[in-house]
C-alpha cells in the first residue's frame, strides 16, 4: 500500500480520542484527524516524529490525518487502525499468507453470527468451503527486549464478542481465523494481553482449544509505503 505524500510533523497532544495537535517543520501547529479510538498505548507520546496525510475535501474539519508514528527506539507505527484490513486483503491478493490462499471468492464486513457482528474478511472456495477472518491490528509493543506485542491495549468487550462468533463459526463446521495484522516494527511475537484485559485473554485461550486458528503478520513500514511482509509467532499468554 503505498502512502501518498506524508508531511512530517511533532506531536504535541492527542485528546478526546480523534484528535491531536502537531507542530509542523514551519513552526505552525495545527489541529489533525486521529483515526484510532484505542488507547494508543506508547504509540502518542508527546515530542514524537508523526507523518501526516492531507485531504482536499473542502467538507473536512481537518485537513491532515495522522498516519504513522516513530518511536524514540526508531521503530514506525502505523496508527490507522482501519488500514489493518485493507492491508490483510493485500496480503491475501498477494499471495503473502499462504495459510488463506486457494479461496475464489473475498468479501469484506459481511453481517453474520448471533450477536451481529461484521466479519472482516469472508472466503469461500469454489468447493464451497467458508472461511471467516477477524482481523485485529496490534500497536502495543509490551515488552521492548522480547518484541513481544499485546493486543489489545485497552479493554475490549467488543474483541471477546468476536472471539465467541469465531467460535461458533468453527462449532458450525467453518474455519475461523483470527488474523493480528501487526503494525509495529519493533514487534517479533503476538500474544493477548492478559495485564490488561484478562476476559478476552482467556476468550482467547478458548477459542484456541475450540480450533480457532491464529495468525499474525507484521508490516514493513515507512513514510513511502506499509505492506505486511512476514509472519510472526502468536503466544498463547503473556510472558511479560
Not at 508531511?7 to 485528546?15: K, T
Not at 482481523?135 to 518484541?147: I, P
Request: charged share 20%; aromatic share 6%.
Amino acid at each position: 500500500m503505498q502512502w501518498p505524500l506524508l508531511q512530517p510533523a511533532l506531536l504535541l497532544r492527542r485528546y478526546k480520542r480523534f484528535l491531536a495537535d502537531v507542530r509542523l517543520p514551519n513552526g505552525e501547529e495545527i489541529t489533525v484527524h486521529c483515526p484510532n479510538t484505542g488507547a494508543m498505548t506508547g504509540c502518542d507520546q508527546p515530542g514524537s516524529q508523526v507523518w501526516l496525510s492531507t485531504s482536499d475535501n473542502p467538507k473536512r474539519k481537518y485537513r491532515h490525518t495522522w498516519e504513522l508514528a516513530q518511536t524514540a527506539a526508531g521503530h514506525w507505527i502505523g496508527i490507522h487502525s482501519a488500514k489493518a484490513n485493507a492491508l490483510v486483503v493485500e496480503a491475501i491478493a498477494s499471495g503473502l499468507i499462504a495459510p488463506l490462499q486457494g479461496y475464489s471468492q473475498l468479501r469484506t464486513e459481511q453481517k453474520y453470527g448471533d450477536e451481529k457482528s461484521r466479519i472482516d474478511i469472508w472466503l469461500q472456495s469454489a468447493e464451497g468451503e467458508q472461511c471467516f477472518v477477524e482481523v485485529k491490528s496490534v500497536t502495543l509493543l509490551a515488552c521492548a527486549d522480547s518484541g513481544l506485542g499485546v493486543f489489545p491495549d485497552a479493554v475490549s468487550a467488543r474483541g471477546s464478542k468476536h472471539l465467541r462468533e469465531l467460535m461458533m463459526v468453527k462449532q458450525q463446521g467453518h474455519r475461523a481465523v483470527l488474523l493480528f495484522c501487526v503494525q509495529h516494527s519493533g514487534i517479533r511475537s503476538v500474544a493477548p494481553a492478559d495485564l490488561i484485559d484478562s476476559t478476552y485473554a482467556d476468550t482467547f485461550r478458548e477459542a484456541l482449544a475450540a480450533g480457532v486458528e491464529v495468525l499474525a503478520y507484521r508490516a514493513d513500514i515507512n513514510e513511502r509505503e506499509i505492506a505486511l511482509a512476514r509472519a510472526v509467532p502468536v503466544i498463547a499468554q503473556q510472558a511479560c
